[in-house]
């Protein structure tokens, strides 16, 4: 009697295990509630990659088992899906601003760019790697350009990919590596990296993206052959990169030099102190820097304070974004002894500044040369009216130039928005968002706010938002923008009663300072 064959499964059973996958990966447990449910579209995309990868590994084990049936590469099938689906659910629904941090090549000339990271993130093998990458092989091929993002590369493919990239690599410029790891294991990702990295050493680039991939200390070595051959980038970038301090430390050690660097951009790392003090050595080597970034990097006053110092030496900075980092007040001091006369856009929220370090910034922030743009400081606990006033005044002396001001999730209170509004009243021309929300601003702050720029003939958005109007005072600022019903963000997370907590909570302290007396 023949035994029923268990393997290879039909397309609908195959389908019935990608569709429980979609379930697992959406529906609430204890992993997704603690890293993040996905999105249906993404939870899709992930379920095929898993059940393809999971039946690619069975089909290995069933053509090398004497196994006839099949039943071990059922196993094999259920153990592997099982185990990716808890690698994909622990790696998180991609956020939003990791979808965005993949910095564009500079051009979009077909002619020379050469870019396969369009559609939906995949996984890659050895053939379509062959028949992807065909164009690269073509004798008398322009290509300068090459972006390989979105795609996952594991060894069969990165080895076609390596040998390609040798043949091509003195015609290039431009590099982009991002996100080609995407949930490979460690061993199998650093060995990939290494052969990128041979492929491409010696390559005189300008550009260089290395964002989105979990490289730590061993994915940056595994680069080094490329880093250290590499000392006339002008726009290095490692955007959730897993850049811990031995990582920044070694990217620090194997560039030989940042002289020409304009862009360089770190985000979403766990870099901590001594990890911003090393970047902060590539930052003082690079004089020509217009674009700097170090953002949600975990880095603490030490860090912030060696950053800051490093900036100094770079007078022509542009665009400074440090946001969401633990850095205290000294960060605004020892920030406010440089001299940026070019700055147009700065991010600073979230840094903790407190009144003493906004003060600093915002006096630093009057120079008569400066055209600022943008300032972003929002959830700095700034508190005081001196701090309100300072603000006011910077705000004041760029106003021909801003264009969005956020000082959101602060105490800035009404005294606070009455006196941004008065200094926005006159001018600002340029002016298009206006972000005060959570400040505990009650009716007379708002309307001041609303009056001040519902005139201006480029604005677009004032956010009054989550603060403490009465319900008629919300009628009322609607009632300013009553022709202008866009400009106006929404206001259902108002709370008419909210100062009166406020003063509850103020006067609950002044007890318990006079009870420690």
Same mark, same amino acid.
């Given at each position: ?341 070019? +700055?147009?856009?700065?991010? *600073? =929220?979230?840094?903790?500044? %407190?009144?003493? @370090?906004?003060? &600093? $910034? !915002?006096? #630093? ?65 340029? +002016?298009?968002?206006?972000? *005060? =929300?959570?400040?505990?601003? %009650?009716?007379? @702050?708002?309307? &001041? $706010? !609303?009056? #001040? ?65």
């Amino acid at each position: 009697m023949n035994s029923v064959k268990l393997w290879p499964p039909g397309h609908s059973t195959r389908q019935i295990l990608v569709d429980r996958i979609i379930r697992n990966l959406t529906t609430p447990s204890i992993l997704t509630r603690k890293y993040g449910l996905l999105s249906k579209e993404e939870a899709e995309d992930d379920a095929k990659q898993i059940e393809s990868a999971a039946f690619a590994a069975a089909t290995q084990q069933f053509e090398k088992d004497t196994d006839t049936d099949g039943g071990s590469a059922i196993q094999v099938y259920a153990k592997e899906s099982s185990k990716l689906m808890v690698e994909f659910i622990k790696a998180g629904p991609k956020q939003k601003e990791d979808r965005d941090t993949i910095a564009e090549l500079t051009t979009f000339d077909n002619e020379h760019v050469f870019d396969i990271s369009r559609g939906r993130r995949a996984f890659i093998d050895a053939e379509e790697a062959k028949e992807l990458l065909k164009p690269l092989k073509e004798p008398g091929n322009k290509f300068t350009k090459i972006r390989f993002s979105n795609r996952s590369f594991g060894l069969p493919a990165a080895h076609v990919a390596a040998s390609v990239l040798s043949m091509v690599k003195d015609q290039l410029t431009e590099v982009d590596l991002s996100d080609i790891l995407s949930r490979r294991p460690e061993p199998e990702a650093v060995q990939v990296m290494k052969m990128f990295s041979t492929a491409l050493e010696g390559s005189n680039l300008s550009y260089l993206n290395l964002s989105n991939n979990a490289l730590g200390e061993k994915g940056v070595r595994a680069l080094g052959g490329l880093l250290k051959s590499q000392g006339n980038l002008v726009e290095l970038y490692f955007m959730n990169a897993g850049i811990s301090q031995e990582a920044a430390k070694a990217v620090c050690e194997l560039i030989p030099s940042t002289s020409k660097l304009k862009i360089l951009h770190f985000h979403h790392n766990m870099t901590g102190d001594e990890g911003a003090v090393a970047i902060a050595q590539l930052v003082k080597g690079s004089p020509n820097l217009e674009d700097f970034r170090c953002s949600s990097s975990r880095i603490g006053s030490v860090g912030g304070v060696a950053l800051a110092e490093a900036l100094t030496a770079c007078t022509l900075l542009k665009k400074l974004d440090i946001r969401d980092n633990m850095f205290g007040p000294k960060l605004g001091v020892s920030l406010s002894q440089a001299h940026h006369t070019n +700055l147009t856009e700065i991010y *600073l =929220s979230y840094l903790n500044l %407190e009144n003493e @370090g906004t003060i &600093a $910034l !915002a006096n #630093a922030l009057m120079q008569p040369d400066l055209e600022l743009e943008i300032i972003e400081m929002a959830g700095n606990n700034i508190t005081s009216e001196a701090a309100a006033k300072a603000l006011a005044d910077c705000l004041i002396s760029n106003k021909h130039s801003l264009t969005r001001i956020n000082l959101s999730e602060n105490e800035l209170k009404d005294s606070g928005a009455v006196m941004i509004a008065n200094a926005l009243g006159d001018g600002f021309g340029q +002016l298009c968002v206006v972000d *005060l =929300s959570t400040n505990g601003v %009650e009716t007379g @702050g708002a309307v &001041a $706010l !609303a009056k #001040a720029v519902v005139g201006k003939p480029g604005f677009r958005l004032l956010n009054v938002n989550g603060n403490f109007l009465s319900y008629d005072g919300v009628e009322v600022v609607k009632g300013i923008f009553k022709d202008f019903p866009r400009m106006l963000g929404p206001l259902d997370q108002n709370d008419p009663r909210g100062h009166e907590l406020d003063e509850l909570e103020s006067k609950l302290k002044d007890l318990q300072m006079k009870r420690k007396d």
